[in-house]
Structures are given as structure tokens and as C-alpha cells.
């Protein structure tokens, strides 16, 4: 298997301190990019879409949980007994711990699915997932985002009892969030994914195989 080339250590910090000024620039072009994120207008949302939980029936406007901002995440639904496999990478790399942190920063979460909540229970007992995963089946909410029978990440903002929606992403969007991406991205054999610009002989299989 072909491997980096070796070099003295100073030809290597040369190196290193020349990729440090890309990331720098990238780091201040994603500062500005968030900036404008901050900036984007929003659309007021129903809230009135009602949920099934394993606690039972609960609205959009529920789901915040008295805080200001909602994340949710909208989780495909490949039919009885069949998972997304991103969608489930996506779901393993968000850590329970993470939500209190989101918590204290008046930001609630909620993943969301219009697989049947049987079948959800399921999964996340499979998987052993504890975040709040309720089923939209029998709504409009997905169509409504414009997810349809895709996933997508979508951001609210309440206002008293009205509900706006801010940002939303989904495809490649989505993929840079998953924390085992964001690590392996800096590792010499990269995620190993046969999409990905890497030298010819570095291990790469398909994405999901």
C-alpha cells in the first residue's frame, strides 16, 4: 500500500505551516459564512403538527421544551424493517451528553421520522439511542420542510406560541456534522470513501458498503 512520503522533520513543519494557512483561511471563511447564517431571514412554520412519542401525542411547539430554539433532525423512512444507513451514522455520532450542552444554550432536539413509532422504538432500542425520536407519520411535516422521503437538518425559532423556521440543510450539509467525519478528515487514509481526492493506493471502499 502506497503511504506519505517521509521527510526531515523540517521539511515537514514547512509543510505543516503551509496547510496552516489554508486552514486558517478556511477557519475565518466558515466564521463568516456562520455570520451569515445568523443573518438569514426565517418563515413562520405551523405548530400545530402533531407527533406520536413514546409519551404520547406532542406538537411542534412541544418539542421545544419552554426554550426559544429547536433543532430537528428528519430521519428517513426506507420502509418496514429497512434503515437509512446515513441517517443511522448520522444518529450513532449524536452523544447523549450533547444535549444538555444544547440545553443550557436554550436549544431543545428532536429527531423525527415518518417511520411508525413501533417500529422507531425498535430501532432505538436496537441502536440503544435516548434522544428524544418521535414519528410524523400520517403529516404533513416532512413535505412541509421539504424533506419528502429524504433527511434533512432543520432549525426553529419560537416566538411565544409562533413558530418560525431559520436555516435548514441536508446532503453534504448534514454529512460534515457527524463527529467521526469531522476526525477522520484529519487522519492520513481520510474516511476511505471511494468519492473522496486521495493519492492513487490509499484504501477506499464504497460509502455505505
Same mark, same amino acid.
Given at each position: ?8 522533520? &523540517? ?6 505551516? @503551509?496547510?496552516?494557512?489554508? &486552514? ?11 455570520? !451569515?447564517? +445568523? !443573518?438569514? #431571514? ?5 405548530? @400545530?403538527?402533531? /407527533? &406520536?412519542? #413514546? ?22 423512512? =426506507?420502509?418496514?424493517? $429497512? ?6 451514522? /448520522? ?17 431543545? *432536539?428532536?429527531?423525527?421520522? =415518518?417511520?411508525?413509532? &413501533? ?7 436496537? !441502536?440503544?439511542?435516548?434522544?428524544? /425520536? ?37 446532503? +453534504? ?7 467521526? $467525519? ?6 492520513? *487514509?481520510?474516511?476511505?470513501?471511494? *468519492?473522496? @481526492?486521495? #493519492?492513487?493506493?490509499? %484504501?477506499?471502499? %464504497?460509502?455505505?458498503?
Amino acid at each position: 500500500m502506497t503511504k506519505p512520503p517521509v521527510v526531515s522533520p &523540517e521539511e515537514w513543519q514547512l509543510a505543516r505551516e @503551509d496547510l496552516l494557512k489554508a &486552514e486558517k483561511e478556511l477557519t475565518r471563511a466558515e466564521d463568516a459564512l456562520a455570520a !451569515r447564517r +445568523r !443573518r438569514l #431571514p426565517m418563515v413562520e412554520f405551523r405548530a @400545530d403538527y402533531v /407527533f &406520536e412519542g #413514546p409519551d404520547g401525542p406532542r406538537t411542534l411547539l412541544d418539542l421545544f421544551e419552554d426554550r426559544d430554539q429547536l433543532i430537528v433532525y428528519q430521519f428517513m423512512d =426506507n420502509g418496514p424493517g $429497512h434503515f437509512c444507513p446515513g441517517c443511522t451514522k /448520522f444518529t450513532d455520532s449524536v452523544p447523549p451528553t450533547a444535549l444538555p450542552s444544547l440545553a443550557a444554550k436554550g436549544v431543545s *432536539w428532536a429527531t423525527i421520522s =415518518n417511520m411508525p413509532l &413501533e417500529q422507531i422504538e425498535g430501532y432505538k432500542a436496537e !441502536r440503544g439511542w435516548t434522544l428524544p /425520536f418521535l414519528s410524523s407519520k400520517g403529516t404533513t411535516f416532512a413535505d412541509d420542510c421539504g424533506a419528502g422521503g429524504g433527511f434533512m437538518l432543520s432549525v426553529f425559532l419560537r416566538d411565544g406560541d409562533r413558530v418560525y423556521r431559520t436555516y435548514s440543510t441536508t446532503a +453534504r450539509g448534514v454529512d460534515r456534522l457527524v463527529f467521526t $467525519h469531522s476526525y477522520l478528515d484529519l487522519t492520513p *487514509w481520510g474516511r476511505q470513501e471511494d *468519492w473522496e @481526492d486521495s #493519492p492513487e493506493g490509499w %484504501p477506499q471502499y %464504497p460509502t455505505y458498503g
